[in-house]
């Protein structure tokens, strides 16, 4: 008897901190099987909240997730890990979707701003774009059939160690397979390599053009897309001195210097010179809306960023999903109106030239 009440005590005062507990570990390397099991337990914990989806199977059995949280209109669309090595982008965004799901359901604020804002927009996060670059990246050549064993070896120029490898499994760069300016990129491989080789073509690779339907079929108002190495802030997209931001620069630019501000990255300010290739070039060309890209820690040469860099990380980052929902709102309310004042003015001046013809 005595034994059961121990029990029951210790279920009453400690089970309740060990049902809430943190579920995205972000000490300990975060691989695509942690990734799916701590989506499945988030999904679970907030059921009204979090959605997921599989965007596509890559060619090793591999899901390409989706999460969205939020039940609004206008949307958000963050996605990381488009580089096996940067795979802390992912724990970064799966500690987003937590993080959000859990202040939601408290009503408390994220750096500042309201989790509630989620009642009125939604965040799409793709948080591994390559999870078998990732996964060759952390776990070598015995988690693939040792039929493409001698290949991969031959694409990291030979070396056992894959620690530099950022391509998916068929040595394409992914972000460097997008159509904008995609015909002439500079400083890429000309064959199959653990980095910077573009493809035959643009959107040649599944994981690209799988995110790219799933851009069109949401239609996000504001993209980002998460990266790695050099704590910058990239905004714009010129080709060959063309500005592809004309229509939209000056209230972009008030977004990123805000971003830049709350992330204490370096914002980069577009040049006049050749660039293309990546998702938020792409983006920006064909829907002339914002989207930046973020590069989350030091510039680290050949390798993933050490653990111990992602409190720091975190804190820049943790509240611009939620920032950027509320600029969301703001950009699909304007333009909404103005498409209401449009059609208005529209059938007004319809009415007025019939009332003159008859």
């Not at 015995?142 to 056992?160: D, Q, R, T, W, Y």
């Amino acid at each position: 008897m005595k034994g059961n009440l121990i029990v029951f005590f210790f279920c009453l005062y400690f089970c309740p901190l060990i049902i809430h507990a943190e579920i995205v570990e972000t000490d300990e390397v975060y691989t695509y099987e942690s990734l799916t099991e701590d989506l499945l337990e988030l999904s679970k914990l907030h059921p009204n909240l979090i959605t997921y989806k599989s965007l596509t199977t890559t060619p090793y059995g591999r899901e390409i997730w989706a999460v969205k949280i939020g039940h609004g209109k206008p949307t958000v669309l963050i996605h990381g890990a488009h580089h096996a090595r940067e795979w802390m982008t992912s724990t970064l965004l799966m500690k987003m979707i937590e993080t959000y799901a859990d202040s939601y359901k408290k009503d408390k604020k994220v750096g500042g701003y309201e989790s509630n804002i989620l009642e009125e927009a939604s965040i799409w996060f793709v948080p591994m774009v390559n999870p078998d670059g990732v996964t060759l990246q952390q776990m070598g050549l015995f988690a693939f059939p040792s039929s493409i064993h001698p290949s991969l070896v031959e694409m990291n120029k030979g070396s056992l160690n894959f620690i530099r490898w950022k391509a998916n499994l068929n040595g394409i760069d992914l972000n460097r397979q997008y159509p904008a300016n995609w015909e002439n990129l500079k400083g890429v491989s000309n064959k199959p390599s653990y980095q910077f080789y573009k493809g035959t073509s643009p959107l040649e690779a599944i994981e690209v053009k799988t995110l790219v339907d799933f851009t069109y079929e949401i239609k996000p108002e504001i993209a980002v897309s998460y990266h790695s190495s050099g704590n910058m802030l990239f905004w714009g997209f010129y080709e060959w001195g063309l500005t592809h931001t004309t229509n939209f620069a000056i209230d972009y630019f008030k977004i990123a210097e805000k971003v830049a501000d709350m992330t204490r990255y370096k914002l980069e300010v577009p040049k006049s010179f050749q660039q293309g290739g990546g998702y938020t070039d792409w983006f920006i060309e064909e829907f002339e809306k914002t989207a930046f890209t973020v590069e989350i820690g030091s510039l680290i040469e050949d390798s993933s960023l050490p653990l111990d860099s992602f409190p720091l990380i975190w804190e820049r980052n943790k509240a611009i999903g939620l920032f950027l929902a509320k600029r969301a709102i703001e950009k699909f309310t304007y333009d909404r109106n103005n498409i209401m004042l449009t059609n208005g003015n529209t059938k007004s001046q319809t009415h007025n030239s019939s009332d003159t013809i008859l």
